[in-house]
């Protein structure tokens, strides 16, 4: 089973949150305003059936929730000692 991380399901989250306020602010058509909604419902659904755990991690992001990924110079430095 294939996860993704929350930090990218909240980038994608509250991304299409802003897409159907700014639908609704600007007079989009209906119907992309109902699928921005929709997603909007859809993306917490999915966390919670997947970990129960990361849903409240959607909404209230953690500093202390998951250590950082390595970057390029860690694993280089890693592999060469």
């Given at each position: ?59 209230v992001p953690s500093r ?18």
């Open positions: 089973m294939f996860v993704l991380p929350v930090a990218r399901l909240r980038i994608t989250f509250y991304s299409t949150a802003v897409l159907a306020v700014a639908g609704a602010a600007t007079d989009a058509p209906l119907w992309s305003i109902a699928a921005s909604l929709f997603l909007c419902v859809a993306i917490p659904l999915a966390v919670a059936f997947q970990s129960p755990q990361h849903l409240r991690a959607l909404f202390a929730a998951e250590p950082a990924a390595l970057t390029r110079k860690d694993i280089s430095h890693a592999q060469i000692h």
